[in-house]
């Protein structure tokens, strides 16, 4: 498969900070995922051949595919 990896395109004027890679992450970083909210990297788990991404809410685990939390994931700025 393959083929080059497309570069997102963030809005201008998005109050979210920087798109984030998901394998960049460490357990235990804050991530903002543009519907759900703050929340928590645990880890990266493999399933099913595919790779998916782990993040504890307040009430809940969420479990993303790579590419989807590629989009939707954010580095939580503690500063901004």
């Keep these: 498969g393959g083929g080059g990896r497309r570069k997102g395109v963030v809005a201008a004027g998005s109050s979210l900070g920087h798109r984030v890679d998901p394998r960049e992450l460490e357990a235990g970083e804050y991530v ?33 595919a790579v590419d989807q939390a590629a989009r939707m994931l954010y580095r939580y700025n503690l500063y901004a």
């Excluded at 929340?39 to 307040?58: H, M, N, P, R, T």
């Design 32 to 64: 903002v995922h543009k519907k759900v909210g703050v929340g928590k990297f645990v880890c990266i788990s493999a399933e099913d051949g595919l790779d998916y991404v782990f993040i504890q809410y307040a009430d809940a685990m969420a479990k993303l």
